[in-house]
Each structure stands twice: as structure tokens, then as C-alpha cells.
């Protein structure tokens, strides 16, 4: 008898110690930011031949981008004034300058 409750005591640890604390890591996902300066008048920006979209200046101003490599166009109007391939990293804040 006392064989089969050592057994069977055994048998439930086994079984238990595989329910047990589950680690791991997370981690936030990657962001990075681009902000413009100078004169951002009647700008429309294009990230990646996407939709157009206008933007404010100033650091204050900063619009999420994933990390990577990108192209940035910039337009006044139907003007192409600034066509730029960036790198930009993990949690960095890029500035561009529109004259």
C-alpha cells in the first residue's frame, strides 16, 4: 500500500511540476518617427509611394514610421521638391528639412 501512495504521490508531482510559471520576454513594437522643418507651407509628404498627406513642423509634430529603410517624397502642390531614401532605426526620431 505504501508503495502505491509513493507511486501515486510521485506520479501527481510529475504531472504538476509541468503546469508551472511560463517565462518569457516582451518586448514594445518598433517605432520610429520623422518630423519636419523649415517650410512646411502647402507640403504633401509620401512615404513609401502611399497616400499623400500634409504635415505640421517642429519637433512637437512627429508622425510614426516602422523602423527600416524608406523613400520620402515631398511635394508643393504638383511640384516634386524632395525625394530622399532613408534609414531610420528603433525608437529614433529623424528630422527632415523642406526649403
Not at 512646411?40 to 500634409?54: H, K, N, Q, R
Request: proline share 1%.
Amino acid at each position: 500500500m505504501k508503495t502505491i501512495l509513493t507511486i501515486a504521490s510521485l506520479l501527481f508531482l510529475l504531472l504538476a511540476s509541468g503546469c508551472g510559471y511560463k517565462e518569457g520576454v516582451a518586448t514594445a513594437s518598433q517605432k520610429s518617427y520623422l518630423y519636419f522643418s523649415g517650410n512646411v507651407s502647402d507640403i504633401t509628404v509620401s512615404i513609401d509611394d502611399a497616400v499623400e498627406f500634409s504635415v505640421l513642423a517642429g519637433e512637437k509634430h512627429q508622425y510614426a514610421i516602422t523602423p527600416g529603410k524608406h523613400v520620402v517624397k515631398i511635394y508643393r502642390g504638383d511640384h516634386l521638391l524632395v525625394i530622399r531614401e532613408i534609414f531610420i532605426s528603433d525608437g529614433v526620431a529623424k528630422e527632415i528639412e523642406v526649403k
